[in-house]
């Protein structure tokens, strides 16, 4: 099992640009969550999905849309991008949402927007 | 609105000292609780979680947390750190399909 990719590794935007980080995760996960961490912040929630065909906002939802086209992807998408969202994009999926379900991450996608 | 506050923001020990992370939680009904680890340039990975029961937990890599309910807390001990333990330490609160994270503790460890 991979259990969860993300891609692109790295990225640099300009101010304006667009652009479409994919997570993919192999497990059959019906949850997955898009986080970003910046320094002295830690991880804040984005959007998540908690099943195909499904999103719903997370705490920092704004400037960013998902799409859950498939159950195995996750989408997160900048219409636009600002130097406010330059961070490190982490996916997450976890096999239920209760309340001792382990959430499994990926390896981050480091995104600057000049 | 529910919050996880984790108040060690950077901890700086030689190895072999004991450590103790602080986080404390404002939630006060049914609290599931986690510690996560990020090793430098890697993903997230699970320590330990607690849901119910033994409110000592014990974790991989020899860590392990205590719940204390009266006092809102899930303090992360070790009683002796590697060098290998130089990491990010979040703690994290579920609340209705999502976790909460603490703004996360750095700990350097100099051998």
């Known amino acids: 099992n991979a259990g969860v990719t993300q891609t692109p590794k790295f990225r640099v935007l300009k101010t304006g640009q667009s652009m479409t980080l994919l997570c993919a995760q192999d497990?059959?996960?019906?949850?997955m969550y898009w986080y970003r961490q910046d320094p002295g912040m830690g991880l804040r929630l984005i959007h998540y999905s908690v099943g195909e065909g499904t999103t719903a906002k997370g705490e920092v939802p704004d400037g960013y849309n998902v799409s859950r086209l498939k159950k195995q992807n996750f989408l997160l998408g900048l219409e636009s991008a600002a130097p406010s969202q330059t961070s490190v994009y982490f996916c997450?999926?976890?096999?239920?949402?209760?309340?001792?379900?382990?959430?499994?991450f990926g390896p981050g996608t480091r995104l600057t927007v000049t | 609105a529910q919050s996880v506050s984790q108040h060690n923001h950077h901890v700086i020990l030689s190895e072999a000292a004991s450590l103790e992370l602080g986080c404390n939680y404002s939630?006060?009904?049914?609290?599931?609780l986690f510690w996560y680890v990020q090793y430098p340039g890697q993903h997230l990975q699970l320590l330990l979680k607690?849901?119910?029961?033994?409110?000592l937990v014990k974790g991989i890599k020899g860590f392990e947390a205590e719940f204390i309910k009266s006092k809102f807390s899930f303090n992360l001990r070790k009683p002796s750190v590697q060098w290998s333990d130089t990491a990010e330490y979040f703690c994290a609160s579920y609340n209705t399909d999502k976790l909460i994270f603490g703004t996360g503790t750095r700990l350097q460890v100099f051998p």
């Open positions: 997450a999926s976890s096999y239920y949402a209760g309340g001792t379900a382990e959430q499994y």
């Open positions: 607690y849901f119910s029961g033994d409110p």
């Open positions: 939630y006060g009904g049914t609290v599931n």
């Open positions: 497990m059959n996960h019906e949850y």
